[in-house]
């Protein structure tokens, strides 16, 4: 159990990037997706909101990172599902846009449209339930914000016109919330790609200024394809 620690935690510190796949993989050798430690890309599809934000509507992002199945026992059904949301969004779309203060700009955008995103890392935590090829799964969700821009949006004589805005600042570095769905294996076996949809549900006002209260909620298609080694068959 240390081992696996480690080894998630030293892919963390690497980045999530391609090299602490390739040191996961070299640190369990054979034992990787061989019954007890599951491990691969996870990616798709999400459609986030902010939760009690009149006026919003979702927005559309793809998401890609990888997870970690961990058996508990050898003749148990339950695995501790976790991973890392490398490249994921939240945020929502067609809200109205705000005022900047610059009068020129503020007339001209004054009927366009704002979409906000929000890069965000996140770990989900998770007891998984398998019965046969379909599993359950639910735990927490923490994040860390990485970078947060307002793009506005206004159809003018000439196009389309658009303007990026950080606002990271107005978002806090954390996110927390509960997150859990169901899904279903190709194959009994550790070495199966999995398809499943998820639900997060935050719990946590992300927006600093007090004129909001803002949660984010989003909803995940995805699949998980295993990487490395794979051994004797697990349930």
């Known amino acids: 159990m240390k081992k696996t620690f ?4 030293s892919a963390f510190l690497l980045s999530f990037s391609s090299q602490a796949q390739v040191l996961i993989v070299a640190i369990f050798g054979d034992e990787l997706n061989s019954g007890k430690i599951e491990f691969g890309l996870d990616g798709g599809f999400n459609r986030s909101w902010f939760l009690n ?3 919003a509507e979702g927005l559309n992002n793809f998401n890609l990172g990888f997870f970690f199945h961990i058996k508990m026992t050898e003749s148990s059904t339950g695995f501790i599902s976790t991973g890392v949301h490398v490249k994921s969004n939240v945020g929502a779309s067609g809200m109205p846009v705000y005022a900047i203060g610059d009068p020129a700009f503020d007339q001209l955008y004054a009927d366009g449209e704002l979409t906000t ?4 890392f996140y770990v989900p935590m998770m007891w998984q339930q398998r019965i046969g090829k379909v599993f359950v799964e639910g735990g927490i969700q923490p994040g860390l914000r990485s970078k947060a821009n307002d793009y506005f949006k206004v159809e003018d004589l000439g196009g389309e016109l658009e303007y990026k805005r950080d606002v990271r600042d107005d978002y806090t570095r954390l996110d927390f919330g509960m997150v859990g769905g169901l899904g279903y ?4 076996g550790p070495v199966s790609t ?6 997060y549900y935050g719990v946590v006002d992300v927006y600093k200024p007090e004129t909001e209260n803002l949660k984010n909620s989003s909803l995940y298609v995805y699949a998980r394809i295993p990487i490395g080694a794979g051994g004797k068959s697990g349930k």
């Open 185 to 188: 294996r190709f194959k009994k």
């Open 6 to 9: 480690l080894a998630f935690f």
């Open 53 to 55: 934000k009149t006026g």
């Open 194 to 199: 999995s398809v499943g949809l998820n639900y």
């Open 117 to 120: 995103k929000v890069n965000v």
